[in-house]
């Protein structure tokens, strides 16, 4: 079938507007390093106003991995809400640019595209603070159900949680993915997230979630344990595939009776950690998608998240096919 | 007087495109390699579409200039039109974010903000795309003429030769600036926009430019000689300082009887070439309203240069003061 898809995934549609900040400027502004937090139109200008000179990059997670997966080769479509704006206008071009399909129309009345204030501390880590604006406001109706029904993998990020209507959406696409045969992908996003939906996350990944994606923070969040390792006992028996990165630790990939513990990759200097979970994501769905073992698609993730934290932004600077050259071929 | 300031200037208020693209992409889409070329609406929607993922940054030549200025610990501000859109308010927030002064309110009608579609290609060459938008608006009721007396140097693009409305502006400007004893400083901006306007710009170097900034196809073009010495002994005779910038030859500056040649500064590898005339002009210009000689302020030129094109955009990603560090010590 010439129109099936490896990945299709919903997602907040974000543009991030990154700038080099201080710890200090972090305390001065009451935000927890590392953290995501949702902001409103208010607090999104008195923060803007206070960040220094930014960069303007597409972001959005689950769009950050679709990017990422159409760069080692794969075949990948969007589904996100952006408002009739220059941001939204932005969005659309990047993603399309990238060679993801993005079809819908932007929407032109209601709150304006999201962004994502991202400040990146002399550490490389990003904190991040996201206006979600047009993105917000997705629900069912922005599903295209046929689409969903071409991808081998929905790919579905926690971030959407926040919003009643967009989880409806996720449950209409979940419903038609696992209708159609194909497996339905989830990541936790964010350990404060997590905090916020722990019992609905807990429900989804026993009974609907077929891969997920998390990091430590986030897993043990889930089951609230302190100990990674009490955290992988627990997901074993709870998802077919459960892939956990570790940052400079490397990953984990828990599947049924296999365990893969993979390094993490180092591309270049850590320059800004903002994506590395979203490409890691990436590099393991285009690997799953396409036949390799577990192993190697996630050495395929950890490839992708060593190189996009060698630069500012949350999307590779380079074609990941390239970088990752002998290891796709068998 | 507190609020004296070192640099006012007039110019296009821009934000830069940035994508890498390859030499047959500049081809298929008649682009001249290194060139400024004007664009109207159409076709940027055209090259837009067929550009691939893009980064935004806040650009403009005069806008750049006085952003590495304040990075030097210069003070500076700006004269420049935008529209009340969120590219106005990218421009607005970085150029306030880096301390220079930037009063106009954005334009609530007319055309949208202007942007600069900007093709870097793997030898670190820039091809532009310029779509001026609310930026050719800009006329004599723009210019603050107090803000302008303020300034000891009063700075203006060649680029905006290209609007009747804007040349009148800077006639403007430029009789205010001298009849507060001020000098007045000019750059060429590009050999392109000096073929349009030679007659025009050789009278105004004879007549009214203190400080002349060009590189060489800009000076050679202005002259209409194909050497590079034969520009600098026509130059000489026509302009108190002339600031002459000869890519990876470094710079000559001509002043009546003086003559300073300085290298290139190599601060990392060669990136993109964006905003390095900019850059110099920034140095030479802190240097020159610091009270440093000609040659140190053409090595602030050099170094200013040099650390632009280690990365991607036209504006400094660190602290020159911090770079420059011993040059400034006297």
């Known amino acids: 079938?010439?129109?099936?898809?490896?990945?299709?995934?919903?997602?907040?549609?974000?543009?991030?507007?990154?700038?080099?900040?201080?710890?200090?400027?972090?305390?001065?502004?009451?935000?927890?390093?590392?953290?995501?937090?949702?902001?409103?139109?208010e607090r999104a200008e008195l923060l803007y106003a206070a960040m220094g000179p930014a960069v303007e990059i597409s972001g959005g997670s689950a769009a950050n991995t679709l990017v990422g997966v159409t760069s080692f080769g794969?075949?990948?479509?969007?589904?996100?809400?952006?408002?009739?704006?220059?941001?939204?206008?932005?969005?659309?071009?990047?993603?399309?640019?990238?060679?993801?399909?993005?079809?819908?129309?932007?929407?032109?009345?209601?709150?304006?595209?999201?962004?994502?204030?991202?400040?990146?501390?002399?550490?490389?880590?990003?904190?991040?603070?996201?206006?979600?604006g047009a993105s917000a406001q997705l629900g069912p109706a922005?599903?295209?159900?046929?689409?969903?029904?071409?991808?081998?993998?929905?790919?579905?990020?926690?971030?959407?949680?926040?919003?009643?209507?967009?989880?409806e959406a996720y449950r209409l696409a979940a419903r038609r993915a696992h209708d159609a045969g194909n497996r339905v992908a989830f990541t936790l996003s964010d350990s404060f997230c997590v905090d916020r939906h722990r019992h609905e996350?807990?429900?989804?990944?026993?009974?609907?979630?077929?891969?997920?994606?998390?990091?430590e923070a986030e897993i043990t969040a889930l089951f609230e344990v302190d100990d990674f390792d009490d955290a992988l006992q627990r997901v074993q028996h709870h998802c077919e595939i459960a892939a956990l990165t570790r940052s400079e630790r490397g990953a984990v990939i828990v599947a049924r009776d296999e365990v893969h513990v993979v390094d993490a990759t180092r591309v270049?200097?850590?320059?800004?950690?903002?994506?590395?979970?979203?490409?890691?994501?990436?590099?393991?769905?285009?690997?799953?998608?396409?036949?390799?073992?577990?192993?190697?698609a996630a050495h395929l993730g950890a490839l992708a998240a060593g190189e996009v934290i060698s630069h500012l932004g949350a999307r590779p600077a380079t074609s990941l096919a390239a970088l990752a050259g002998p290891l796709l071929d068998r």
Request: charged share 20%; glycine share 10%.
């Open 1 to 41: 079938m010439t129109d099936r898809l490896d990945v299709v995934a919903i997602g907040n549609a974000l543009v991030d507007v990154l700038s080099h900040e201080s710890p200090e400027f972090l305390a001065a502004h009451q935000l927890t390093p590392g953290a995501m937090e949702l902001i409103d139109t």
């Open 74 to 132: 794969g075949s990948a479509a969007f589904i996100g809400r952006v408002a009739d704006d220059e941001l939204g206008a932005v969005f659309g071009h990047d993603i399309r640019a990238a060679g993801v399909e993005f079809l819908a129309k932007p929407a032109v009345d209601g709150e304006p595209s999201g962004r994502c204030l991202i400040m990146v501390t002399p550490d490389a880590q990003r904190t991040m603070n996201t206006y979600l």
């Open 142 to 167: 922005d599903v295209d159900t046929d689409l969903v029904a071409r991808a081998q993998v929905l790919y579905l990020e926690g971030y959407l949680w926040d919003e009643p209507e967009a989880k």
């Open 201 to 215: 996350f807990l429900d989804l990944v026993a009974s609907e979630v077929d891969v997920l994606f998390a990091n």
């Open 268 to 296: 270049g200097d850590v320059v800004d950690t903002t994506g590395a979970g979203d490409q890691f994501a990436a590099g393991f769905l285009f690997g799953l998608t396409h036949g390799y073992d577990l192993g190697t």
